[in-house]
């Protein structure tokens, strides 16, 4: 499967405890964008990276959320001291080069229940 | 904030009839994409469309980039039953490097 890989698909997590989604990009995609989804609602950009950068994270919350992806392996959200409303699908995309260049192609997501 | 106003918002209909769905903005997009997503999955690119006036299919799905570059529409005709889901539209706006997404239309048909 050559398409863009997200674990765990399912996450459960009490409050208070850590959550980690992984997400690794399409081969050769080096552009790796992370959206949030509540249900009945669109996606919600929260942070967009390249290789060990951080392009644009306007859309994450200040604190408790962070992201990297590294020089080697998967881009991680982090999310500290989770609380119930966090609970949200979190999908990642890739894209080949910049945003406005090309298609954001998108993982099946990784849902995340806060207890 | 960055808003797209994605309409409708649910739509009812016989399998065979024709859908028209659009997203507006008060801000100038560079890029309209139209998604479709089903229950569990991601979204998945359906269209792309890079200028203004382009008008783009893919099988029964067209795809319109507003002249104004502040709209598109997405049609889908005869429609049948695996058009269920949950449609989409995401742009970029001019001179940013995100992805904004429309609210969603839910298509709904029967049989």
């Known amino acids: 499967n050559a398409g863009v890989m997200q674990n765990p698909r399912h996450l459960v997590r009490r409050r208070g405890q850590e959550a980690r989604l992984r997400c690794s990009p399409m081969k050769g995609h080096s552009h790796v964008y992370w959206y949030r989804q509540l249900p009945e609602e669109g996606l919600k950009f929260m942070v967009y990276l390249q290789k060990e950068n951080i392009i644009d994270e306007s859309g994450m919350p200040k604190e408790r959320f962070s992201a990297e992806f590294p020089k080697e392996g998967p881009s991680i959200l982090r999310i500290q001291q989770v609380v119930r409303g966090d609970s949200a699908a979190y999908f990642c995309a890739s894209s080949l080069g910049q945003p406005n260049t090309g298609e954001l192609f998108f993982g099946e997501g990784s849902r995340l229940t806060v207890l | 904030g960055q808003q797209l106003n994605q309409s409708p918002q649910s739509m009812f209909i016989q399998e065979g009839e024709d859908v028209s769905m659009n997203c507006t903005s008060s801000?100038?997009?560079?890029?309209w994409l139209w998604y479709k997503q089903e229950p569990g999955e991601g979204p998945v690119l359906l269209i792309a469309?890079?200028?203004?006036?382009e008008l783009t299919s893919n099988g029964r799905l067209t795809a319109q980039f507003g002249i104004t570059r502040k709209d598109s529409f997405l049609n889908i005709s005869a429609s049948i039953p695996s058009d269920v889901g949950i449609y989409f539209c995401?742009?970029?706006?001019?001179?940013?490097?995100?992805?904004?997404f429309g609210q969603g239309t839910r298509l709904t048909i029967n049989p």
């Open positions: 801000s100038i997009f560079n890029t």
């Open positions: 469309l890079y200028k203004a006036g």
């Open positions: 995401a742009g970029i706006i001019q001179g940013a490097q995100k992805l904004v």
